[in-house]
């Protein structure tokens, strides 16, 4: 049809719609507490999250170590052998 609609107009657009939709659907009351539910819960988890053992001090107590580590040689040369 050769129109073209900002991408901030349709997102608007179905910012309003969907917001009618919850207010007249009659669900505005649970998805307030719903989201306020999980804004508790995500508070809850960042104070007692602990990130002390996020962090390998060495690469060897790592399960990964092998895929980290460059001991297997050059991994920018071109590949040798054939097929």
Do not use: C, K
């Amino acid at each position: 049809m050769g129109y073209q609609v900002s991408d901030w107009v349709v997102l608007v657009v179905l910012f309003v719609v969907d917001f009618l939709v919850v207010i007249w659907g009659g669900v505005f009351q649970n998805v307030v507490v719903g989201g306020g539910i999980a804004v508790v819960l995500m508070l809850l988890h960042a104070a007692l999250r602990s990130t002390d053992d996020l962090v390998a001090d060495d690469i060897e107590t790592s399960p990964y170590a092998n895929l980290l580590s460059d001991d297997d040689g050059d991994y920018n040369a071109p590949p040798t052998g054939g097929l």
